[in-house]
């Protein structure tokens, strides 16, 4: 059955037609996401202005429109009590810059973080601890503007901050390599990524101890982080750490079902290099889906939504090693769960299980993109790839190239309708390209 997706219509006749499905966004998250900056609590703060508590919860229950709202009042109380050029407004600004952007105003929050750190170092000096926080926030709004030079000088100042104020190993520490590592391979330093990644690994040993839960939630992050750049060998040997870690606290711990959905993706990518040492103890790919699964099944915490979660985790999971009418079957136990608290389940349109995108350098001159158009089959494989446009028109031809490349490497969930998987044509994706001057 082949779905093809157009402009939805009216229906006078009462037959269904499919709605033309925009552009697919990337994976949700290609490893780990960056630590998103926090509302700090501020001493100095008047009686009348929020404390930090009450901006998360506003941020989180109302929008972040009405964080940003609830931040400007409270640089405006500290600027009443202490003056507009007092250093204790610097804490709120702060605050402001952040809810700023968690409201999707990028310039707004890098213009604030800015005039914090200004602030900052001029009443207590560039090594001043309120810092870190400034520079953190800075460096994060850069990342999501695609600024990945100036995110990884900010990134790496806080870094440095906290080890003059807090020594060298701190859980703290871990968050901002992350972000590091992220910046430094978005710009293309692939070796200084994996190193920082490496480092990460390391401090998080420091500081949390061999053997601890904590320490091997840091091993699964390292792992989806090494298999989304492509290097199996080292996921595998991750997510086997974390899963001995959990495995000594409870056989039935439901933490092992994420490591065992990565260490059997990472298993089944693995391409057995004479050269790497045996890894021991680690399930084949089968097994190790086949025991998430039935951990899914039998956990006792957690909501139906993220169960079913974790269900369609296992299905892509067994649709990358073309198991697919297993994959249906565990698909339609997910299903199940998001009707039982009337929720819609995510496969009225592909979604990408597994791509890696090209990321060119930069253009000479503005941004531009790239746009691909492809079908995607009842496998989730993408078939007939073509570029359909592309702003600059002269944009260069590796970049297409590559794009094309990649996709025909990815791989998809396709639509899943009545339990049946169909293909779909007509689905697009773009790929941003940053223009010489900015993102």
């Known amino acids: 059955m082949r779905a093809r997706h157009v402009i939805p219509l009216i229906l006078l006749t009462g037959l269904a037609f499919a709605s033309r499905a925009g552009e697919i966004a990337e994976p949700a998250a290609r490893g780990d996401p960056a630590r998103t900056p926090r509302f700090v609590a501020d001493p100095a703060r008047p009686a009348d202005a929020p404390t930090a508590e009450a901006l998360d919860v506003v941020s989180a229950e109302d929008g972040p429109g009405a964080g940003v709202t609830l931040a400007s009042k409270a640089v405006s109380a500290s600027r009443v009590a202490y003056g507009p050029n007092d250093a204790r407004v610097a804490l709120p600004v702060i605050n402001l810059a952040t809810a700023r952007q968690r409201a999707g105003d990028t310039v707004g929050a890098v213009r604030d973080y800015q005039a914090a750190i200004t602030a900052l170092e001029s009443a207590g000096g560039p090594r001043d601890p309120r810092l870190f926080e400034a520079w953190y926030g800075m460096g994060y709004a850069q990342l999501k503007a695609g600024q990945y030079d100036a995110a990884g000088a900010a990134l790496e100042t806080a870094l440095q901050l906290h080890r003059i104020n807090r020594g060298l190993y701190s859980v703290e520490q871990l968050?901002?390599?992350?972000?590091?590592?992220?910046?430094?391979?978005?710009?293309?330093?692939?070796?200084?990524?994996?190193?920082?990644?490496?480092?990460?690994?390391?401090?998080?040993?420091?500081?949390?101890?061999?053997?601890?839960?904590?320490?091997?939630?840091?091993?699964?992050?390292?792992?989806?982080?090494?298999?989304?750049?492509?290097?199996?060998?080292?996921?595998?040997?991750?997510?086997?750490?974390?899963?001995?870690?959990?495995?000594?606290?409870?056989?039935?711990?439901?933490?092992?079902?994420?490591?065992?959905?990565?260490?059997?993706?990472?298993?089944?990518?693995?391409?057995?290099?004479?050269?790497?040492?045996?890894?021991?103890?680690?399930?084949?790919?089968?097994?190790?889906?086949?025991?998430?699964?039935?951990?899914?099944?039998?956990?006792?915490?957690?909501?139906?939504?993220?169960?079913?979660?974790?269900?369609?985790?296992?299905?892509?999971?067994?649709?990358?090693?073309?198991?697919?009418?297993?994959?249906?079957?565990?698909?339609?136990?997910?299903?199940?769960?998001?009707?039982?608290?009337?929720?819609?389940?995510?496969?009225?349109?592909?979604?990408?299980i597994h791509f890696l995108p090209p990321r060119p350098e930069p253009l000479q001159g503005p941004p531009g993109h790239a746009l691909a158009e492809f079908s995607v089959d009842a496998a989730g494989k993408p078939r007939d790839v073509r570029i359909v446009e592309q702003q600059p028109t002269g944009m260069p031809a590796s970049v297409t190239h590559a794009l094309v490349s990649a996709l025909k490497q990815s791989r998809l969930r396709p639509r899943v309708v009545d339990g049946q998987a169909i293909e779909t044509t007509g689905v697009r994706y773009r790929l941003p390209v940053r223009g010489g001057s900015g993102p």
Do not use: C
Request: charged residues 25%; without cysteine.
């Open 175 to 352: 968050d901002v390599l992350h972000a590091v590592a992220m910046a430094q391979r978005a710009r293309g330093d692939v070796e200084k990524a994996d190193e920082t990644q490496v480092r990460r690994m390391s401090v998080a040993e420091r500081v949390h101890g061999l053997g601890t839960p904590a320490l091997a939630a840091v091993y699964a992050s390292g792992g989806r982080w090494f298999r989304n750049v492509g290097r199996p060998y080292e996921a595998l040997r991750l997510n086997a750490l974390a899963i001995q870690i959990y495995e000594a606290q409870s056989k039935d711990d439901p933490r092992l079902i994420d490591p065992l959905i990565q260490a059997a993706l990472a298993g089944n990518e693995r391409r057995r290099d004479p050269d790497e040492p045996p890894l021991v103890g680690v399930p084949s790919p089968g097994v190790a889906l086949a025991r998430a699964e039935r951990l899914t099944d039998t956990r006792t915490d957690g909501t139906p939504a993220a169960r079913a979660a974790d269900l369609i985790r296992v299905g892509d999971a067994l649709l990358v090693m073309n198991r697919r009418d297993s994959a249906l079957k565990v698909y339609a136990k997910a299903t199940a769960l998001l009707a039982s608290v009337g929720a819609r389940p995510p496969f009225d349109e592909p979604a990408f």
